[in-house]
């Protein structure tokens, strides 16, 4: 059966996570080191990134029910982060605390906007802190990479992270342009997606569950591999011509689902 982290759980792994990231960032050379999956940034760049995303996050979440995103002064004074290292990391550290404080005050069920609000997953605030974990996570990979020694994401976050992936991030209602098509995603760990892709958009289950049975139609396409690996597959950090997933069936439908932007 598939164990759903609750809220609490999600606070947990954002204080994980946030402090993991802050310790990579403490361990690199120099701010001016290049991302290899940001090629264009730097790790001070990086940092900011994601320190400006979790502050737009906390302002989302304070602001409760909503049309529209907060006004971008309500997250970004327009200072920008600090350059000095030692001053980055508390500025990171503000930004975390924001998040977390403004989700704890809100709890899990409060009305709020957002972005996904034609996928399969709510609109609230605990849906938000489910976001941030693997937001968080693959960031902080990407500075793990940076200074050289990337770890896999914890299962707890991965396993969690890809289901939010399928159910957030892949579901629409927006029509799939290509031929209709059902993909299968496997964790060695023991969990399995399918995602359905139509003319009604994109539909994500969890195999292996009674309400998940669709019928006995096989895959066009599936992937197979650890709950990291398939959540940094999807975030673009493992291509899909990698050896490190077991790709088989029609492996172009990956690429459209790659190149697919609902929102265009």
């Known amino acids: 059966m598939h164990k ?4 609490s759980d999600h606070l947990r792994l954002i204080d994980e996570r946030s402090t993991a990231f802050r310790a990579a960032v403490a361990a690199a050379p120099n701010l001016d080191v290049p991302v290899p999956t940001h090629p264009a940034r730097t790790l001070f760049d990086l940092v900011q990134h994601v320190g400006l995303g979790r502050r737009k996050a906390a302002a989302v979440v304070a602001a409760g029910p909503a049309d529209a995103p907060p006004e971008e002064s309500a997250w970004d004074d327009g200072m920008g982060a600090p350059r000095e290292r030692e001053a980055l990391l508390a500025w ?27 996928s ?15 937001e968080i996570a693959v960031h902080t990979y990407d500075v793990q990479l940076t200074v050289g020694d990337p770890e896999p994401l914890p299962d707890e976050v991965a396993l969690d992270g890809f289901d939010d992936c ?44 009674p309400a998940a049975s669709e019928g006995p139609d096989t895959a066009d396409a599936s992937a197979w591999g650890t709950a990291s690996d398939l959540v940094l597959f999807f975030y673009g ?16 439908i990956f690429d459209q689902l790659i190149a697919w932007d609902p929102s265009v």
């Open 4 to 7: 759903i982290l609750t809220f």
């Open 92 to 118: 990171w550290t503000e930004s975390v605390e924001r998040l977390t404080s403004a989700l704890r005050e809100a709890g899990p069920d409060r009305g709020c906007w957002t972005w996904w609000g034609d």
């Open 120 to 134: 399969q997953s709510p609109e609230t605030s605990g849906a938000w802190a489910r976001r941030q974990v693997p």
């Open 166 to 209: 399928q159910f957030t991030l892949c579901s629409t209602d927006v029509a799939w342009p290509h031929e209709p098509a059902v993909v299968d995603y496997h964790a060695t760990e023991g969990r399995s997606w399918r995602l359905r892709l139509s003319r009604d958009g994109a539909r994500a289950a969890r195999l292996g569950e």
């Open 237 to 252: 950090r493992i291509p899909p011509d990698s050896l490190i997933l077991k790709l088989d069936g029609d492996r172009r």
